[in-house]
């Protein structure tokens, strides 16, 4: 899945009055491979010595947020946004003092401390107005280095500013633009701007395809509202089963967060489920814009009777441990680490305990399942069939990239000479076979596909099927029309194609197909029971 484009906040030192984006009302657009996932309009205005940057972002991210700095020294004053997420609206504030960010979110207060080798702090809020003043106060302070304070995840990054010139001028930015470079834990963002207005007009993260570009400017000031209502998510079943909120420790010490939903009047043991989401920074609901995947199934899953769980990833949320550093092995440690806390839940059968992966998810339940025979059975939805690098090859090929061109690219990371975030993780995986766990996988497997599945293609899975019937007569295939990788319908009329089906993910709210649901239910009723006696 897509990995959200960081992005800064900065407070700069005392000094002369710097120059900065004048007043005015800026329009970007946030997109990724060519795909708009967002607009943003900002608002600078500034008074009594204080400038106000205000921000409306709607789309994949949809926020309102405000930053004050002060006109004389661009020190940051007072931050405040409210993001809507799925579940509701999460207001942040954040307190700058003596290079120590307080971060504020409801329930929680975090402190996010300068680095000792860069002392400037910045703050990463993942919006596009808090981007505008750092060509101006990393030109006002002569910064080289700095401390990235991280607020999704509450923890410092280094970042540098990275000299030397990008390979080629984007459309977007202007003829005479400079640029500038910064390298945040290996991710490049490049920032073209106008050298006597400080006016950016693109941000570019060529690593991940991104871009911002300012597609608009008017010197009148129009006041940041609220966003407008984003998409209705779909309503989940109403519930008949208590969520608790659950930790776990994975194998190299990191505790992950997750919640368990137990059904009511539970009585004696009963089957289980741990859902194990796909690639990218997913959170326990496997949230993709508008879309909780996780968060559908589990609902449908403890009604029916069955006790699940579902966790964020390793540094997502409000889980431990690094996302950037996460690899396979620790990835597979933490399936593992979720597999046997659920074995030892009050009220679980440990002898009928699933195991549920989706998408990359699918990669990694297979081969828990393969080495512990205490696995009752496993649930792949839309599994990979081919190694992720075959995988990247089709997708950006697709989208009309060249084979070869692709393929020195894919050298490069194999090799190390290429970084980018979650680099470390797309190296550590992107080698790995499916067919080699799913051989020796024993237990029964139920895989279930959407035949338009643009991203992990219907006709490569009798290349898995096949490997896994190999030595096991247990597996069970479904295929669904009409159907995408979120296993939600494709819109009417929509093209078949991988940038039209991302932005589907991000826009529409659909709800999971019902006949997966019912596939799933029926599969598990008919493993979860025991044999008759004889």
């Known amino acids: 899945m897509l990995i959200p484009m960081p992005s800064i906040v900065a407070v700069a030192h005392v000094g002369a009055l710097p120059r900065r984006p004048p007043n005015g009302t800026y329009v970007y657009t946030l997109a990724q491979n060519g795909v708009t996932l967002a607009k943003s309009t900002i608002s600078i205005s500034s008074a009594a010595g204080a400038i106000s940057v205000g921000e409306n972002i709607r789309g994949v991210v949809n926020a309102v947020a405000k930053t004050t700095y002060d006109a004389a020294t661009l020190h940051e004053k007072a931050y405040a946004a409210t993001f809507r997420l799925a579940h509701g609206s999460q207001p942040t504030t954040v307190r700058l003092k003596a290079g120590i960010a307080t971060v504020h979110v409801p329930g929680q207060t975090v402190k996010i401390h300068a680095l000792a080798a860069a002392p400037l702090l910045l703050l990463g809020d993942n919006l596009v107005g808090t981007n ?22 509450g923890r410092a990054m280094l970042a540098r500013v990275v000299h030397g010139g990008p390979a080629a001028r984007p459309p977007f930015a202007r003829r005479r633009d400079h640029h500038l470079a910064v390298d945040v834990a290996g991710l490049q963002l490049i920032y073209w701007y106008r050298p006597h207005s400080y006016i950016v007009d693109a941000v570019i ?11 608009s400017r008017s010197t009148s000031v129009q006041p940041v509202g609220t966003p407008a209502p984003r998409v209705t998510p779909v309503p989940t079943a109403q519930p008949h089963f208590e969520s608790r909120s659950v930790r776990f420790t994975s194998a190299d010490g990191a505790v992950l967060a997750g919640t368990l939903t137990v059904p009511d009047g539970v009585k004696g043991d009963v089957p289980a489920v741990v859902l194990v989401q796909g690639s990218g920074p997913m959170d326990r ?6 879309n909780s995947v996780f968060l559908q199934l589990s609902n449908a899953l403890s009604n029916a009777g069955y006790i699940v769980l579902r966790y964020d990833k390793r540094g997502i949320g409000r889980s431990g441990g690094s996302a950037i550093d996460a690899t396979h092995r620790l990835l597979l440690a933490d399936v593992k680490a979720a597999f046997a806390f659920v074995q030892r839940q009050p009220h679980v059968n440990a002898a009928r305990v699933y195991l549920l992966g989706h998408s990359e998810g699918g990669l ?13 059975g496993v649930i792949l939805m839309a599994p990979p069939s081919l190694p992720l690098w075959k995988l990247s090859m089709q ?24 970084t980018f975030e979650g680099s470390i993780w797309y190296r550590s995986e992107m080698d790995i076979d499916p067919r080699a ?37 247990n597996v069970t295939v479904r295929i669904f029309s009409n159907d ?16 039209a089906e991302v932005r589907q993910y991000f826009s529409v709210a659909g709800r999971i197909d019902p006949r997966v649901v019912h596939s799933i239910l029926a599969w598990l009723h008919r493993a979860a029971t025991p044999a008759p006696k004889a």
């Open 285 to 290: 609901n496997e949230t993709i814009g508008p």
């Open 132 to 153: 505008l003043f750092i060509p101006a106060i990393l030109a006002h302070t002569h910064t080289s280095a700095f401390t990235l304070a991280v607020l999704s995840g």
């Open 484 to 499: 995408n990788h979120l296993f939600m319908p494709v819109t009417p009329g929509m093209p078949l194609t991988l940038r």
């Open 395 to 418: 997708q950006a090929e697709a989208e009309g990239a060249r084979p070869q061109a692709e393929r020195r690219a894919l050298a490069a990371i194999r090799a190390g000479k290429t």
């Open 437 to 473: 766990a799913i051989s020796k996988v024993r237990c029964p497997i139920l895989i279930v596909q959407g035949a338009d599945d643009l991203q992990v293609l219907p006709r490569d899975l009798p290349r898995l099927v096949d490997a896994a019937r190999s030595h096991n007569p």
């Open 205 to 215: 993260v060529p690593a991940q395809g991104a871009t911002f570009a300012l597609r």
């Open 364 to 376: 990694l339940v297979p081969e828990v399942a393969a080495k512990d025979r205490a696995v009752a």
